[in-house]
């Protein structure tokens, strides 16, 4: 069974621009999870989503948004991108909603804004 | 914010020997999960194990949970070059992850062929 996978997997853009990062879980997974990972604060949660609405966000501004298809694909989008916002992002996918089960993590997102 | 506390930040050990990995927690949780991440990328997930759970085996690893002192340890026995990674404890808050798992800063762990 194919692992999750995110595209693309490194990024550059500029202060002000915006991004949007994809992210396809495991097949017959319905939950996919995103976190960003930097130095500074580690591990965050942004947000969960399961059958394409969204059940759970993080404590990130709301130039952070998210989606998820019925396919189960999700999409991440950042909107005036800060130098902050440099880290890695990874998504998660899991069978079921909430945290209670084993989340099976994608390669990252590595985005850099300069 | 932080959850959950791993120690020692990093270990560097010899092959073959045991590492031992710590990890302490706030609030109360649901269930305890141990992740292994390879430098900068996904992260492979390792054990999870629940609150009414002590003690959970997955061939070279162990892990034990003592809720009492919010405290979990996981433990490799017979280290090997490739087991050199970050290790991660992940915390499900009770009351159901409306913040996601809660993850730890890390210990990384350096074995020395």
């Known amino acids: 069974k194919a692992g999750v996978t995110q595209t693309p997997r490194y990024l550059i853009k500029t202060r002000g621009q915006q991004v949007t990062l994809s992210c396809s879980p495991i097949?017959?997974?319905?939950?996919v999870s995103w976190y960003q990972q930097t130095p500074g604060q580690g591990l965050q949660f942004l947000f969960e989503?399961?059958?394409?609405?969204?059940?759970n966000k993080g404590n990130f501004p709301g130039r952070f948004s998210g989606r998820q298809f019925s396919n189960s694909r999700s999409e991440m989008n950042v909107s005036t991108l800060e130098l902050g916002d440099s880290a890695l992002y990874l998504c998660?996918?899991?069978?079921?909603?909430?945290?209670?089960?084993?989340?099976?993590f994608g390669p990252g997102t590595r985005l850099t804004v300069t | 914010s932080q959850q959950g506390e791993e120690d020692p930040q990093a270990l560097s050990i010899q092959e073959g020997e045991n590492a031992t990995m710590n990890c302490s927690y706030k609030?109360?949780?649901?269930?305890l999960q141990w992740y292994r991440q390879n430098s900068g990328r996904g992260l492979v997930h390792l054990i999870l194990?629940?609150?009414?759970?002590r003690e959970k085996h997955s061939g070279r690893l162990r892990v034990t949970l003592d809720t009492s002192k919010k405290s979990s340890s996981l433990l490799i026995t017979a280290s090997r070059a490739a087991d050199t990674a970050s290790y991660f404890c992940?915390?499900?808050?009770?009351?159901?992850?409306?913040?996601?798992?809660?993850f730890g800063k890390g210990t990384h762990l350096i074995i020395q062929p």
């Open positions: 989503y399961f059958s394409e609405t969204q059940r």
């Open positions: 194990i629940r609150s009414n759970e």
């Open positions: 097949s017959g997974h319905r939950s």
């Open positions: 992940a915390t499900d808050p009770q009351g159901g992850g409306a913040d996601g798992l809660t």
């Open positions: 609030t109360s949780i649901n269930n």
């Open positions: 998660a996918s899991s069978l079921r909603a909430g945290t209670d089960y084993e989340q099976y």
